[in-house]
């Protein structure tokens, strides 16, 4: 007899189909499917407001967040133990909703992460959606999320929508998910009814109603096929989204009302059922009614009257990007496999070719045995160049129109301009002049809260800088400013907010590292540690962490304050990478966000932070 949970459960199944979650109130039960045997248990804190659970990775990770009044805990545990991988700390109360992939979504009041699983790690990375997401889920391998008035695809690796879906309608969605053919959701509007969005249009009907209101939806990201709780009567439904068949409503064995149900996608393709105080029932389905997304139907119905069309587009509520065209060709290759074979016409000519297939890789194409063929011309390595070498001078333009070329830009680069700019202040050349905005400087101006007359001090510091400047006097930053003395001396927000130092009567910006990448938000959200000899350049280690970190990384110069480090790397829109030493260590916030880089692969183990 499988396992019987105590309490009301929530179900989380493996994407492979090979394990699943019971969770309960006090307790996370693991069980082996398609036995419902339990063989691990992991206990929840008491002291958490709540909890979620979700697999990633492959094998299966089983990911365990924790939300408490102020921050949360997420821990990546090995089932077979089961035991802990990895634990990390987000500053804020959040909420798994979604995974796929070696990647689970938490959402917070104030915003989003994107959680990835490694071998031994977990790492927290920013999910930068223009607001917070309502409701999440997963379709193909990547997430759907919905914000105000759409649905949006985001790819998890990137961490970038790659395609939008415009809603009917006002709703506010309670659940949604898909795969790579639609995307469907449920709403507070309309609680009996699943909408489906087309991205492959292949007649499916575009919503499917309920006898009563939907309590839980199950699905898998690579199949059409939902499982759902009603939450009048707990009664379990099938709905199958390609609508090859109608709304079915199962019965599990020894269970009258269904709490909780989950897909089973693997070796086989079920339903998993669980209620209170009974044993867990798993449900086998009919694989007619099932397909999986990424595999081929051996039969095919006939197509139906709009399929003909090789470009079929969703519905005109729907916005849908380029690339989406549908071609039937696999389709009709399936459903041709079983059509008997008909007399062969005679064999074409064949064409010259320099690439031959050798004759003992062709299959027969019937029993009989064909006539011989006459043998085709033997072609040399010579003759194989000299046919590439005439189609290639074949290929060059004879002549380039000069009015085609598209004109030169020889304005000089706005660091150029800064930088002569400044000179100009600093011999008094200029007492102030106009100087061009720029989004870099904008940038630091709107990253410290400095007040907008503050722009041409923060221009004047860094054009200095370009210029090779070792700071300027505080009559030169006065003279820009108006005469505003408390900034020049060390007494107004420059010198407050740290974006500037002021030395031995000279006033430089806070200059520390190597820019790395391409600044803009910040993607991780806690410290990391990256493994790597003392002797490499921060900058090298920077440019091969670059891909794994996102963003930009500002690589610490040697004995750079590592203070002033973070206040650059904040206001350059970069995550600051510095070698982790014990000075440093102490000088720096505990909550810092910064790269990590230490030689030691026992001393990295020992402080327990995820690795890039």
């Not at 917070?132 to 105000?148: D, H, N, R, S």
């Not at 002549?399 to 706005?414: F, G, K, Q």
Request: negative net charge.
């Amino acid at each position: 007899m499988g396992f019987t949970p105590a309490e009301k459960p929530r179900i989380a199944i493996a994407m492979d189909g090979t394990l699943a979650a019971i969770h309960e109130p006090t307790r996370i039960t693991i069980v082996d499917l398609p036995g419902c045997g339990a063989f691990a248990e992991v206990g929840i804190d008491p002291e958490a407001g709540s909890c979620e659970v979700a697999w990633v990775g492959a094998p299966p990770r089983l990911a365990v967040l924790s939300r408490y009044a102020a921050h949360s805990t997420v821990h990546l545990l090995d089932p077979h133990g089961p035991r802990t991988i990895a634990e990390i700390r987000l500053e804020a109360p959040m909420k798994l909703m979604a995974s796929v992939g070696a990647h689970a979504l938490a959402v917070g009041a104030l915003g989003a992460a994107v959680l990835t699983a490694g071998d031994n790690t977990l790492t927290p990375y920013q999910f930068p959606a223009r607001s917070v997401p309502v409701a999440a889920g997963a379709a193909a391998g990547q997430f759907v999320v919905a914000l105000a008035g759409a649905i949006e695809e985001w790819d998890p690796q990137s961490r970038m929508p790659k395609r939008r879906l415009k809603l009917p309608r006002p709703a506010v969605l309670t659940s949604l998910g898909g795969s790579d053919r639609v995307v469907w959701m449920t709403s507070q509007q309309d609680p009996t009814r699943l909408d489906v969005f087309p991205l492959v249009n292949r007649g499916q009907p575009k919503f499917h109603e309920l006898p009563e209101p939907i309590a839980q939806v199950a699905s898998h990201p690579r199949s059409d096929l939902l499982a759902c709780v009603g939450a009048d009567h707990g009664r379990l439904y099938i709905v199958d989204l390609d609508g090859r068949s109608t709304i079915r409503t199962i019965g599990p064995e020894r269970i009258d009302h269904v709490d909780a149900c989950g897909l089973v996608l693997g070796r086989m393709v079920g339903v998993l059922a669980a209620q209170a105080r009974r044993p867990l029932a798993l449900i086998q389905l009919d694989g007619r009614e099932h397909e999986v997304s990424v595999a081929m139907p051996q039969t095919l119905p006939l197509p139906r009257e709009h399929e003909a069309d090789p470009v079929a587009k969703p519905s005109s509520s729907v916005y849908e990007p380029d690339n989406t065209a549908v071609t039937l060709q696999s389709h009709l290759a399936a459903a041709l496999q079983s059509v008997p074979a008909a007399t062969p016409p005679p064999p074409a000519p064949e064409k010259p070719s320099l690439f031959r297939t050798s004759p003992a890789a062709v299959a027969p194409t019937s029993v009989r045995a064909a006539a011989p063929k006459p043998a085709a011309p033997t072609v040399t390595l010579t003759e194989r160049f000299a046919s590439w070498r005439d189609r290639m001078r074949l290929a060059q333009p004879r002549s380039v129109d000069p009015t085609s070329l598209a004109p030169v830009d020889t304005r000089p680069p706005w660091r150029d301009e800064l930088a002569t700019w400044a000179r100009g202040v600093i011999t008094g050349a200029i007492d102030r002049g106009s100087i061009l905005a720029h989004p870099s400087l904008e940038q630091i101006v709107q990253s410290f809260e400095l007040s907008p007359h503050l722009y041409t001090g923060v221009a004047l510091l860094y054009g200095a800088h370009l210029a090779g400047e070792h700071g300027v006097a505080p009559i030169d930053l006065a003279r820009v400013l108006n005469r505003n003395w408390d900034e020049a001396l060390g007494a107004g927000e420059l010198a407050s907010s740290m974006v500037a130092v002021f030395r031995d009567s000279r006033i430089r910006p806070v200059t520390t590292g190597v820019l790395v990448g391409q600044p803009g938000f910040v993607a991780l959200l806690a410290a990391c540690i990256v493994v790597a000899p003392d002797d490499q350049p921060l900058g090298v280690v920077a440019e091969a962490t670059l891909p794994a970190a996102g963003g930009a990384i500002l690589a610490a110069h040697p004995h750079a304050d590592p203070l002033e480090l973070v206040v650059e790397a904040r206001a350059r829109g970069a995550v600051p990478m510095l070698r982790a030493t014990a000075s440093v260590v102490e000088r720096l916030p505990t909550n810092v966000t910064a790269i990590f880089v230490i030689e030691d692969e026992a001393l990295a183990d020992q402080l327990e932070l995820p690795r890039l």
